[in-house]
T-cell receptor, first 114, second 112 residues
Framework: NAGVTQTPKFQVLKTGQSMTLQCAQDMNHNSMYWYRQDPGMGLRLIYYSASEGTTDKGEVPNGYNVSRLNKREFSLRLESAAPSQTSVYFC?????????????FGNGTRLTVT | GQQVMQIPQYQHVQEGEDFTTYCNSSTTLSNIQWYKQRPGGHPVFLIQLVKSGEVKKQKRLTFQFGEAKKNSSLHITATQTTDVGTYFCAGPGRGATNKLIFGTGTLLAVQP
């Protein structure tokens, strides 16, 4: 049982380049999330998808787009990377929203933008 | 906007000493969750508290939800080196049914 799988694990981009972070879960969860983690800032929600077909902005959505491709997959796209987007990105899923069921996290993607 | 703050940001203890981290929300929370993240790892769910004044224990860990449901605490008795990591609280976002907002976290270092 893989749980939540994120790819890639590491990525280095130059300013202005684009990329898509992939996330897939095999737990049949309804809700999926993208967080970024920066030193001293904790985990900040970028976007979330309460259920297949819906997406909503979180605390820090600027510079990002998401796609809930199907129930399993939730991707995060950086159209024009900036150094401020250097961070560790975590994808997470939960059975029925973060309120009543715990979040299961992937192993993270370490992104550096130069 | 809604804020969930934790104190302290960092705590260094000798193995065997107790440790407490406090979580404070600017708004009333319907429930609160706690997570632990080992260095280099990802957050892992520990527990959820729902009721006002609720206290739950997991071995050496004691979790408490405040009476006003705006604060929570995690207390570890007799810390061990395996307790090293960052502890996060998290609560529902204001007005949202599926948004979980994390606190700033407390990094615990345990010296053998």
């Amino acid at each position: 049982n893989a749980g939540v799988t994120q790819t890639p694990k590491f990525q280095v981009l130059k300013t202005g380049q684009s990329m898509t972070l992939q996330c897939a879960q095999d737990m049949n969860h309804n809700s999926m999330y993208w967080y970024r983690q920066d030193p001293g800032m904790g985990l900040r929600l970028i976007y979330y998808s309460a259920s297949e077909g819906t997406t909503d902005k979180g605390e820090v959505p600027n510079g990002y787009n998401v796609s809930r491709l199907n129930k399993r997959e939730f991707s995060l796209r950086l159209e024009s990377a900036a150094p401020s987007q250097t961070s560790v990105y975590f994808c997470a899923s939960s059975r029925a929203g973060g309120l009543d069921s715990p979040l299961h996290f992937g192993n993270g993607t370490r992104l550096t933008v130069t | 906007g809604q804020q969930v703050m934790q104190i302290p940001q960092y705590q260094h203890v000798q193995e065997g000493e107790d440790f407490t981290t406090y979580c404070n929300s600017s708004t009333t929370l319907s429930n609160i969750q706690w997570y632990k993240q080992r260095p280099g790892g990802h957050p892992v769910f520990l527990i959820q508290l729902v009721k006002s004044g609720e206290v739950k224990k997991q071995k050496r860990l004691t979790f408490q939800f405040g009476e006003a449901k705006k604060n929570s605490s995690l207390h570890i008795t007799a810390t061990q080196t395996t307790d090293v990591g960052t502890y996060f609280c998290a609560g529902p976002g204001r007005g949202a049914t599926n948004k979980l907002i994390f606190g700033t976290g407390t990094l615990l270092a345990v010296q053998p």
